[in-house]
């Protein structure tokens, strides 16, 4: 049988008593592709995730794992997939290598092959000086190359991520990348799930997860084209002055400090001009004033924006016919 | 599985605990009941003073039960005593005891006994009983002799006992047989009882199940390193028993051994399938101690079974600890072989055959 798709879910649902925790997702994975689920934490990421490695039973719906029933087949699957859980989960108490043995052993690898994959995993993740250190002793980020070698040490043909990076610096984030860019590349189909937006600029496509259901599914490019409204970034002086007579000027639907610079959210292009008018009178002296390219966590603030508007708008409505 | 030997080789500080402790818990609580109770602290109110009050005292010292601490003036010193806790016992013999017992007559003498802890007062009792009769049946015959003029009198009854078993009934004897057995039940219990709690809680286990091993597996996994410290537990307790207190095992040691094996495999399961049910280790710990606390009174350890209600009785055969402990003492005190404790020997190894079947088939390899 051959499978395009790694992983394939259609309408899945999980219910906790009343709660609703991931509600008719549907999405698929190419193979060999990179899939990030985006969405701040309680949005449904990991119970999708843990679906899918048969930790949890859904309570709707159908998800297949490279051509495996996870309901019927949840055995199969686990044969086929690493995980790396959100919560750090390896022994503590062992070293690196005794770590990966033990994972080793478990896949049931013995004898030659078992010390060759062992060594080169400890290559992949450059723990070669670490290998007999004690895993409590790691520091956070030689632990996760750990927990991801230990969930590869099957050559697993579908990996499942889940906020692999949570509370690794920015350095260590982008090597890990690598490292899943690297297993992609041998045609390793990822899923991950992450709250850092710009970790989604290393995804083929993104799924993004809020109160329980997916309320966007493109490739980065596609959701950013998705922001209607424009957004300029001014680099200026006496910034709280700026952003004061900003708000009062009419086509301005946001304005807000960004490190050092102000963005600003605006209707249309040409507001931009009655921007530098207003400010250059108020005497505010602009060393910079330019269209940019909205980042994910722009498209992710603005749409959940646009849903919670449509939430309002739909129960005014429901409240007036009551009436 | 090499993974939990490398646990507890880990943490050489649980290990040695884990050895030390059982051995330390045999030696204090083997001492504890050491004493059939003997040296009961005795103060002596001597008003008398005669050579027969003398003759008298010197038979509950002579005795081994007893232990003259204090020789006082009257009653009131005596009530003092005992109040303070000083003596648990006291003698008041009168003043014209010797003159009456000399000229045929009868005297009282007055005994005292703390009864505050039963076990000391009744032995107390018993003894000052037994002796003071004894002592009283002797001088009756004396001075029966001394009226009839010579002629040997004896007792018509001479009641004969023999011991087959433990014949100097030495409580040591008993009671090492039985600690043996509820030190190893409680540490089984314990050393398994956190093993898949401890994973669920750090995590860890949420991995595991994403594997494709089998639920027996684990379990397997998770009890036979432990059995293998268990075994050395044995070894030890056995030895200390045997070496220190200088209880022999009069039976074959291989079978102590081989029937320890299934005693233990079925106390270590019963540790997993509280951990397996128990979310936290919390409830672990509670849970086990609830099967501890009844191990030592159920099983028969401190109060013979036979006399117990029948719920009592029945909720025994609910512990491994309550067959073992019946094969170790059959082993060390009797020293019969496997045909004798063939009754206790099967319960046990279907029990230990349950309890792993119940936590392979209780463990969902899910974590909802």
């Known amino acids: 049988m051959s499978v395009e798709n790694a992983v394939i879910v259609d309408k899945l649902t999980k219910t906790f008593g009343d709660f609703t925790a991931v509600d008719h997702v549907s999405f ?5 592709e990179i899939f990030g689920l985006l969405g701040p934490n309680g949005a449904g990421k990991t119970t999708t995730i843990r679906m899918l490695c048969g930790l949890l039973i859904p309570s709707d ?3 297949k794992v490279l051509g495996y029933d996870v309901l019927i087949q949840p055995e199969e699957v686990k044969t086929k997939i690493g995980y790396m859980s959100q919560k750090f989960s390896l022994y503590n108490d062992l070293t690196s290598y005794e770590n990966l043995d033990f994972y080793a052993r478990i896949y049931g690898l013995t004898g030659n092959p078992r010390e060759n994959r062992i060594d080169e995993l400890i290559e992949m993740a450059g723990l070669r000086n670490h290998r007999s250190t004690i895993t409590s002793n790691l520091s956070g980020a030689w632990r996760q190359r750990l927990a991801l070698a230990c969930a590869i040490v099957h050559n697993p043909p579908m990996l499942f ?14 090597e890990f990348w690598d490292l899943i860019y690297d297993l992609a590349r041998q045609g390793v189909s990822v899923l991950a799930t992450t709250h ?4 989604a600029e290393y995804c083929n496509n993104i799924g993004m997860m809020y109160q329980s259901k997916l309320i966007a599914l493109a490739d980065p490019d596609t959701l950013r084209g998705s922001i209607k409204d424009t957004l300029i970034e001014i680099d200026c002086d006496s910034q709280g002055k700026a952003l004061q007579s900003l708000k009062e000027i009419s086509g301005v639907l946001e304005a807000a400090m960004h490190g050092a610079l102000l963005h600003v959210t605006i209707e249309k292009k040409a507001v931009k001009n009655k921007i530098k008018e207003r400010l250059q009178s108020e ?3 602009i060393n910079r004033i330019e269209e940019i390219l909205p980042s994910l966590e722009d498209v992710f603030v603005s749409m959940i924006k646009s849903k919670r508007q449509a939430l309002v708008s ?3 409505i429901e409240e007036r016919e009551k009436i | 599985m090499r993974k939990e030997i490398i ?11 884990v050895i030390i402790m059982p051995v330390m818990m045999l030696v204090l609580l083997g001492y504890a009941v050491t004493s059939d109770i003997e040296n009961i602290p005795l103060a002596v109110a001597d008003l008398s003073k005669s050579s027969v009050s003398q003759n008298f005292i010197d038979r509950y010292w002579i005795s081994g039960f007893f232990e003259i601490t204090h020789d006082v003036k009257n009653e009131k010193e005596i009530l003092e005593l005992i109040d303070a806790g000083i003596v648990k016992t006291g003698i008041l013999i009168p003043e014209d005891f010797g003159r009456k017992i000399d000229t045929g007559g009868s005297s009282p003498v007055q005994f005292y006994i703390d009864g505050s802890n039963p076990t000391v007062a009744q032995a107390a009792q018993l003894a000052a009983e037994t002796i003071g009769q004894a002592a009283s049946q002797e001088i009756f015959i004396k001075q029966l002799r001394k009226q009839m003029g010579g002629v040997n009198f004896t007792l018509p009854i001479d009641a004969r006992i023999r011991f087959l078993y433990n014949p100097n009934m030495k409580r040591m004897d008993f009671w090492i047989p039985g600690l043996v057995a509820i030190i190893l039940q409680i540490q089984s219990l314990l050393l398994t009882a956190f093993a898949i709690v401890r994973e669920r809680e750090q995590g860890t286990l949420e991995q595991l199940i994403v594997t494709p091993i089998k639920s027996w597996e684990l379990m397997l996994g998770k009890i036979l390193p432990f059995v293998a410290v268990a075994l050395v537990n044995v070894a030890l307790t056995v030895g200390v028993g045997m070496f220190w207190f200088g209880v022999p095992v009069a039976g074959s040691i291989p079978l102590l051994f081989g029937l320890s094996l299934i005693f233990l495999l079925g106390s270590l399961g019963l540790g997993v399938l509280i951990s397996n049910i128990s979310t936290n280790q919390m409830q672990a710990m509670y849970i086990a101690s609830f099967i501890m606390i009844p191990a030592f009174i159920l099983s028969g350890l401190l109060v013979p079974r036979d006399n117990m209600p029948w719920l009592a009785y029945y909720s025994g055969y609910l512990l491994p600890v309550t067959y073992f402990l019946e094969i170790v003492r059959g082993i060390i005190t009797k020293g019969v072989g496997i045909t004798y404790l063939w009754p206790w020997v099967w319960p046990m190894a279907v029990f230990s055959l349950v309890v792993f079947f119940l936590s392979v088939v ?7």
Do not use: C, N, Q, W
């Not at chain 1, 991520?161 to 982008?174: K, Q, Y």
């Not at chain 1, 850092?196 to 970790?199: A, C, I, S, V």
């Open chain 1, 28 to 32: 698929t994975i190419p193979k060999g």
């Open chain 1, 61 to 63: 719906g159908d998800a």
């Open chain 1, 161 to 174: 991520l889940d906020e692999p990076t949570a509370g690794v610096d920015p350095i260590s984030r982008r």
């Open chain 1, 196 to 199: 850092y937006m710009d970790e």
């Open chain 1, 283 to 285: 005497g505010v002296a």
């Open chain 1, 314 to 316: 739909a129960e005014f």
């Open chain 2, 7 to 17: 646990h507890i080789r880990r943490d050489p500080k649980t290990l040695m605990l």
């Open chain 2, 362 to 368: 209780l463990f969902r390899k899910r974590i909802d």
